[in-house]
């Protein structure tokens, strides 16, 4: 069974068909950059076209850099504000003609993880976080997601810590990769101080370079890079819309 996962983020907004019993992209992404501004109608118009690229008529799974409840965005950190208050659930499915399941980006790259990554079967407290334009969490309590987390804008030393310890800020700041992971460290260890989970589990892009920073952590929790990588919005995404089925 194919479903069509869509990942929407600061910078770009990508698409796939899922096979939602392996996990697997079954055609090539279809990428296109987010628009600037980032406003409600804009984005719906280039999901829209993602989805007439793959000439799609079945459900579709979408993610959002934002809270989102019952479909409506409640924040906007990282993308247009006019998006808070917006039903963007009800707009996609307007836009595209297919019924629409809207969730929470590092949300859905959890679900990828548990279902097809490096927490596949983990029971206890798993913690995903995705270091990007912002930083996205997900926690799992014996394979059961606590919805819209936020705990990128936890506070340290007086500012968000996506503020801090995004990969967005590592390349503004230019940071070398010690003096990022001594941040990171540092908001790993105040996550840790709270919720002593068992994994941590580092998705996006920046994930994919584990090696170049996981070396000066000094935690206590085991921790691995995401298996889905780039993928994980887009596959989470598909498998949480299994249930418009
Ligand atoms: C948003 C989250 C999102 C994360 C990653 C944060 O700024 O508040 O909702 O999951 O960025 O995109």
Redesign the pocket.
Same mark, same amino acid.
């Given at each position: 069974m194919e479903i069509l996962g869509i990942d929407i #983020? #600061?910078s770009g907004i990508k698409g796939a068909p899922v096979n939602i019993e392996t996990g697997e992209l079954t055609s090539d992404r279809y990428r296109i950059p987010t628009p600037e501004p980032s406003v409600p109608e804009a984005v719906a118009d280039v999901v829209a076209k993602i989805t007439r690229h793959f000439e799609w008529t079945g459900p579709i799974g979408c993610t959002?850099? !934002?809270?989102i409840k019952n479909g409506v965005a409640l &924040?906007a !950190? %990282?993308v247009d504000n006019t998006w808070i208050g917006t039903n963007g659930q009800k707009l996609l499915r307007e836009k595209t003609g297919c019924p629409v399941l809207l969730l %929470? +980006? !590092? +949300?859905a790259a959890g679900f990828a993880e548990m279902k097809f990554g490096a927490s596949q079967d983990r029971t206890g407290v798993v913690i995903l976080l &995705?270091l990007? &334009?912002?930083? #996205? =969490?997900a926690i799992f309590v014996n394979g059961v997601l606590v919805p %819209?987390t /936020?705990f #990128?804008?936890l506070d340290i030393r007086g500012k968000d810590a /996506?503020n801090r310890a =995004?990969d967005r800020i590592r390349k503004a700041e230019d940071l070398s990769w010690k003096e990022w992971a001594k941040r990171v460290n540092e908001y790993l260890q105040r996550m840790e101080a709270l919720f002593w989970p068992d994994l941590f589990i580092i998705g996006g892009g920046v994930s994919k370079k584990h090696e170049k920073f996981f070396r000066y952590f000094d935690i206590k929790t085991e921790i691995v890079p995401a298996k889905t990588l780039n993928e994980a919005g887009i596959i989470g995404a598909a498998l949480a819309a299994k249930m418009l089925l």
């Open positions: #983020g #600061g959002f850099p !934002a809270v &924040t !950190a %990282n %929470n +980006d !590092a +949300d &995705t990007g &334009t912002g930083i #996205g =969490s %819209n /936020e #990128g804008h /996506e =995004s």
